[in-house]
């Protein structure tokens, strides 16, 4: 039973910062692609960022480079978003993601490589 949970969200002012963690169980975490999602009301749900977990690689939107950063910690099975200078537009529902071990190039922001999401943690910046 595949399981992502997501944490870490909350209310922040404008500029300030928020690290959400996605734990990953019943999945073969090791050398496959996880990735983080957001969905702001009435708009689509986007890519943020990805990080192959076999050797770091890891991928942007452009809207997010230089703020946000996606980290790993292997031991736990889990994915980090650290987001700084947070932005009124960054308000959104923010969803993690499991894909397979090909999210190299501009596949990686394709919701249908995700195969497993998490419920969701939302993220309010005012």
């Known amino acids: 039973h595949v399981q992502l949970v997501e944490s870490g969200g909350g209310s922040v002012q404008a500029g300030g910062s928020l690290r959400l963690s996605c734990a990953v169980s019943?999945?073969?975490?090791?050398?496959?692609?996880m990735g983080w999602f957001r969905q702001a009301p009435g708009k689509e749900r986007g890519a943020v960022a990805t990080i192959y977990t076999g050797g770091g690689s890891t991928y942007y939107a452009d809207s997010v480079k230089g703020r946000f950063t996606i980290s790993q910690d292997n031991a736990k099975n889990t994915v980090y978003l650290q987001m700084n200078s947070l932005k009124p537009e960054d308000t959104a529902m923010y969803y993690c993601?499991?894909?397979?071990?090909?999210?190299?190039?501009?596949?990686?922001?394709?919701?249908?490589?995700?195969?497993?999401w998490g419920q969701g943690t939302q993220v309010t910046v005012s």
């Open positions: 993601a499991a894909a397979g071990p090909a999210c190299g190039g501009a596949w990686w922001s394709r919701r249908a490589l995700y195969g497993y």
């Open positions: 019943g999945y073969t975490y090791s050398s496959n692609c």
